[in-house]
C-alpha cells in the first residue's frame, strides 16, 4: 500500500494560517476516523498533534485543528509562530492487513 | 511521567542482526501496545510492526514480514525489536512508540527518543 499523499513542503509568515493536506484512499483515511497528525522538529522524536482526525492531546496549542473530508484529512494551524517550522507527518489505520501507514511528510517554513 | 527509553547507536555490517530495546515507565506497561517506525535519513516515517506486551502477539508489517522480531520483558518493562540480514537501506533511527488504541486503530502518544543503526561494510 503506498504512502498517504502530502504535499512536500509548505510556508507561511507568522501569524497567518496554512493548512497541510493528507489524501489517501478509501481503504485507509476513506475509512476510518483514525488519522493522526506528527510534528517533528530536526533530530527529533515525533510529536502527537492531532489524533482521531480533530482531536488535541492535553498541552497542544488550540492553533493546531484537524478535520476530513472524504479520502482528504487536512491538518490546519492558525497564528503561525515561528516555533512551528518543522516536519509534519499524517498517520492513518489502513484495515487489519496494513495497519498503519504514514504520509511522506510535509516541510513547513515559517519566512 | 510517561517515558520511553531506547538503547544507544549501532553500526552492522551488511547480513548481520541488531536488536533495540526500549525502557518504558511511568504507566502500566501491559496496558499498551508499543510499536516500532523507522527514519531513513531524509526520508518519512515508516510503520514496522507492534507487540501487544500483555499476551506477547504480534503484527508486522508486510514489508518485514519474516526479517523483524518484536519481543518483550515483563519484568523489566522493555520491549525489543530485532531486524536480521541487514541491508544498506535498513540504515535509519528506529523508534518505539506507545499506542493508545481505539478500537482497531493507534496513534503514537509517547516515543522514544530513537535509535541510529547504521548498516554499512
Known amino acids: 500500500q503506498s504512502a498517504l499523499t502530502q504535499p512536500a513542503s509548505v510556508s507561511g509568515s507568522p501569524g497567518q494560517s496554512i493548512t497541510i493536506s493528507c489524501t489517501g484512499t478509501s481503504s485507509d483515511v476513506g475509512s476510518y476516523n483514525l488519522v493522526s497528525w506528527y510534528q517533528q522538529h530536526p533530530g527529533k522524536a515525533p510529536k502527537l498533534m492531532i489524533y482521531?482526525?480533530?482531536k488535541r492531546p492535553s498541552g497542544v496549542s488550540d492553533r493546531f485543528s484537524g478535520s476530513k473530508s472524504g479520502n482528504t484529512a487536512s491538518l490546519t494551524i492558525s497564528g503561525l509562530q515561528t516555533e512551528d517550522e518543522a516536519d509534519y507527518y499524517c498517520?492513518?489505520?489502513?484495515?487489519?492487513?496494513?495497519?498503519?501507514?504514514f504520509g511522506g511528510g510535509t516541510k513547513l517554513t515559517v519566512l | 511521567q510517561v517515558q520511553l527509553v531506547q538503547s544507544g547507536a549501532e553500526v552492522k555490517k551488511p547480513g548481520a542482526s541488531v536488536k533495540v530495546s526500549c525502557k518504558a515507565s511511568?504507566?502500566?506497561?501491559?496496558?499498551?501496545?508499543m510499536h516500532w517506525v523507522r527514519q531513513a535519513p531524509g526520508q518519512g516515517l515508516e510503520w514496522m510492526g507492534r507487540?501487544?506486551?500483555?499476551?506477547?502477539?504480534?503484527n508486522y508489517a508486510q514489508e518485514f514480514q519474516g526479517r523483524v522480531t518484536m519481543t518483550r520483558d515483563t519484568s523489566i518493562t522493555t520491549a525489543y525489536m530485532e531486524l536480521s540480514r541487514l541491508r544498506s537501506d535498513d540504515t535509519a533511527v528506529y523508534y518505539c512508540?506507545?499506542?493508545?488504541?481505539?478500537?482497531?486503530?493507534?496513534?503514537?502518544?509517547?516515543w522514544g527518543q530513537g535509535a541510529l543503526v547504521t548498516v554499512s561494510s
Open positions: 511511568g504507566y502500566t506497561f501491559s496496558g499498551y501496545y
Open positions: 512508540a506507545r499506542g493508545h488504541c481505539s478500537g482497531s486503530g493507534c496513534h503514537f502518544d509517547f
Open positions: 482521531e482526525v480533530s
Open positions: 507487540i501487544n506486551p500483555n499476551s506477547g502477539g504480534t
Open positions: 498517520c492513518s489505520y489502513a484495515g487489519s492487513s496494513t495497519f498503519v501507514i
